[in-house]
């Protein structure tokens, strides 16, 4: 009978075998507190390059981040009130949702944060979904390279489906949002283009096709395109209600749910008073 572990077993095992999985980190010395230890983890997680892993660190892992995710609590569409004709909007972490899908604000290379504990939505996924999705991605990445060639990345509005792996959610879909730039000059602003607007609600919308060819009734979305990539908040907020609101009027019955996953305050805000 194989002994059950406790969380404390499995993150000081995990550790010291992803230390020893890499070249860089296996002399690293392990921190002694847990919220170290934990930290560690998910350093090595985000850094780690999609490779093989022995059935039996992906099974410790497996049953480490399931007990992450509940000790976080996962949180059911019976938790999340409907503000109007199928549309919710949720406070909190996306990596507790049980939907059917939650949408990840993506890079073109499509392999998730590699910067340790950054708090991205990209590195928070990556690493409560565990190192699978990495290698699940780079599979799709390199398929899509032996179609379109090596230099391949992913475009803007195309959406990715992955499994969920260790997540409450049952997929991913990964998409890659607009990128606002300053303009030419000194002391340039950011610049907001009509195409970009296109772009954005392209992201909604194909996602939503994705779902709906996936028999996939829950989605949740974030933030697209705000924080890193510069869109303007107010809006992103009312292109996404806007592209969400017309794809469903369009497309009866087909979604059940649409929830707009918000972090920041000024984001639950805006989002408010759009659904008011």
């Not at 860089?24 to 090595?44: A, N």
């Not at 990715?160 to 300053?182: E, F, Q």
Request: hydrophobic letters at 35%; glycine letters at 6%; charged letters at 30%.
């Amino acid at each position: 009978m194989v002994k059950q572990l406790t969380q404390e077993e499995r993150l000081d095992y995990l550790v010291e075998e992803f230390k020893m999985d890499s070249v860089e980190c296996k002399d690293i010395k392990t921190p002694k507190y847990t919220e170290g230890k934990r930290r560690m983890l998910r350093s090595l997680m985000n850094i780690r390059m999609p490779r093989n892993m022995s059935s039996e660190v992906i099974r410790v892992q497996d049953e480490y981040l399931k007990g992450c995710n509940e000790e976080k609590g996962i949180v059911t569409l019976s938790d999340i009130p409907e503000i109007r004709n199928g549309l919710s909007i949720w406070q909190g972490d996306i990596t507790r949702l049980a939907v059917d899908a939650i949408v990840n604000a993506a890079n073109s290379r499509m392999l998730g944060c590699f910067v340790p504990m950054h708090t991205c939505i990209d590195n928070c996924i990556h690493t409560y979904a565990g190192i699978q999705l990495r290698a699940e991605c780079n599979r799709q990445m390199n398929q899509l390279r032996i179609r379109y060639g090596m230099d391949y990345e992913q475009p803007t509005a195309v959406p990715m489906l992955t499994d969920g792996y260790n997540l409450p959610a049952k997929k991913i879909v990964h998409i890659v949002g607009p990128i606002v730039s300053r303009g030419t000059g000194f002391a340039s602003q950011y610049k907001l283009t009509p195409e970009l607007e296109r772009d954005l609600a392209d992201c909604y919308r194909n996602t939503l096709d994705m779902c709906k060819e996936n028999d996939l009734k829950t989605v949740a979305f974030c933030c697209i395109s705000t924080g890193v990539f510069h869109f303007p908040n107010k809006r992103a907020g009312e292109i996404a209600v806007e592209a969400v609101t017309d794809w469903m009027n369009e497309h009866p019955g087909e979604i059940e749910r649409v929830i707009f996953n918000v972090f920041k305050e000024e984001d639950k805000d805006i989002y408010k008073d759009l659904l008011s």
